[in-house]
């Protein structure tokens, strides 16, 4: 399974952004998903996370009710939806793939590249 993010880029504090995760090489209806941020200086940190099926769910505090996360097993495309963004939403935004359909969140597989998003406040 190959993961490419794309979407980042520099968006307004209180503004909204779509990060989207590609997969390829395999169906990602077979993989929970997972995003992750890593901002300057900090280590990465999960923030939301997506069982196989769409069907549930899982945030981290800071983020719950502002980010939203989704999939199109269909298109084989996981996304972020950011709104509301704060300056603390800096960072790169990385998604991953965790095989299976137990929804863990925790043992990860795969990996993208990440893509930068930068809140100018």
């Known amino acids: 399974l190959q993961l490419v993010e794309s979407g980042g880029g520099l968006v307004q504090s209180g503004g909204s952004i779509t990060l989207s995760c590609e997969a390829s090489?395999?169906?990602?209806?077979?993989?929970?998903v997972g995003w992750f941020r890593q901002a300057p200086g900090t280590e990465r940190e999960g923030i939301a996370c997506?069982?196989?099926?769409?069907?549930?769910?899982d945030y981290i505090q800071s983020v719950k009710g502002r980010f939203t996360i989704s999939r199109d097993n269909a298109k084989n495309v996981a996304f972020l939806r950011l709104n509301d963004v704060k300056s603390e939403d800096t960072g790169v935004y990385f998604c991953?793939?965790?095989?299976?359909?137990?929804?863990?969140?925790?043992?990860?597989?795969?990996w993208g590249q990440g893509t930068q998003v930068t809140v100018n406040s």
């Open positions: 991953a793939a965790e095989v299976g359909t137990a929804f863990i969140c925790s043992g990860w597989d795969y």
């Open positions: 090489g395999s169906a990602l209806v077979d993989y929970t």
């Open positions: 997506i069982n196989n099926d769409g069907g549930e769910t």
